[in-house]
C-alpha cells in the first residue's frame, strides 16, 4: 500500500514559469514532509522540509505548500530554470513507536524546457 | 566534511552469489538507513539503525538480506543468495537527531544476472 503517492509521473514547464509538483499521502500520523531532488546517478539531495504545525515553507525559488485537511502537498519552483530538471521526490514522515521512518513517493521527473 | 559515502558503486553478479555493499555515514550520525529503488519506483525503506540497534526492520524482503552495523559507524548490507528481483540501487542515508533532513549517499546500483 502506497502510503506517499505522486500521481505525475512526469512533467515539463518552459523556462521562467512555474513548476507544481503534487503529492498526496494517506496516513494521518505524518507530521514532517520533505522534498528532494535527484539527478541522474547521483543520490537524492534535500531541497526543502514543512512541519505539520506550518501550512507553507518558501527557500528562495522554492515553496512547499501543506494542505492537511485534503493531506496534500505541493512544492512550487518560481522560475524554473533548466538545471531545475531531474527527478523530484516528495517523503513523510512520523512518529511511530518513537521511531521516524521517511517513506518516498515514486518521483515526478521534472523536464524545464529553455 | 565527508558526506554519505557508499561502496561499490556498482555490482554485477550471478543469480546465487553473495553481495555485500557499504555504507560510511557522516561522522556523529546516529541515524542510519538503507532504501532500495527498483526500475523507476519509489525509493523504499528497508531499515533504520540508531546507532548499532535496529530500530525499524520492516523493510526488509526476506531473511537473504543481512544489515550490520558493528560500533554504530559503518554498515553493511549482505544480500545471500542474490536472486534476480534484487537487482536495483541502495541508498544509505544519516540523520542527526530524531528529526530532520536525511542526507543520502549516492547509492550501490546492484545487478544480477
Known amino acids: 500500500d502506497q502510503q506517499v503517492k505522486q500521481n505525475s509521473p512526469s512533467l515539463s514547464v518552459q523556462e521562467g514559469r512555474i513548476s507544481i509538483l503534487n503529492c498526496d499521502y494517506t496516513?494521518?500520523?505524518?507530521?514532517?514532509f520533505l522534498w528532494y531532488k535527484k539527478y541522474p546517478a547521483e543520490g537524492p539531495t534535500f531541497l526543502i522540509s514543512i512541519s505539520s504545525i506550518k501550512d507553507k515553507n518558501e527557500d528562495g525559488r522554492f515553496t512547499v505548500f501543506l494542505n492537511k485537511s485534503a493531506k496534500h502537498l505541493s512544492l512550487h519552483i518560481v522560475p524554473s530554470q533548466p538545471g531545475d530538471s531531474a527527478v523530484y521526490f516528495c517523503a513523510a514522515s512520523g512518529t511511530t513507536s518513537g521511531t521516524y521512518k521517511y517513506i518516498f513517493g515514486t518521483g515526478t521527473r521534472l523536464k524545464v524546457l529553455a | 566534511e565527508a558526506g554519505v559515502t557508499q561502496f561499490p558503486s556498482h555490482s554485477v553478479i550471478e543469480k546465487g552469489q553473495t553481495v555485500t555493499l557499504r555504507c560510511d555515514p557522516i561522522?556523529?550520525?546516529?541515524?542510519l538507513y538503507w532504501y532500495r529503488r527498483v526500475m523507476g519506483k519509489e525509493i523504499k525503506f528497508l531499515l533504520h539503525?540508531?546507532?548499532?540497534?535496529?530500530?525499524?526492520e520492516s523493510g526488509m524482503p526476506n531473511n537473504r538480506f543481512l544489515a550490520e552495523r558493528t560500533g554504530g559507524t559503518y554498515s553493511t548490507l549482505k544480500v545471500q543468495p542474490a536472486e534476480l528481483e534484487d537487482s536495483g540501487v541502495y541508498f544509505c542515508?544519516?540523520?542527526?537527531?530524531?528529526?530532520?533532513?536525511?542526507?543520502f549517499g549516492e547509492g550501490s546500483r546492484l545487478t544480477v544476472l
Open positions: 561522522s556523529g550520525h546516529d541515524n
Open positions: 542515508a544519516s540523520r542527526q537527531g530524531t528529526h530532520g533532513e536525511l542526507f
Open positions: 539503525f540508531v546507532k548499532e540497534s535496529k530500530q525499524d
Open positions: 496516513n494521518s500520523m505524518f507530521d514532517y
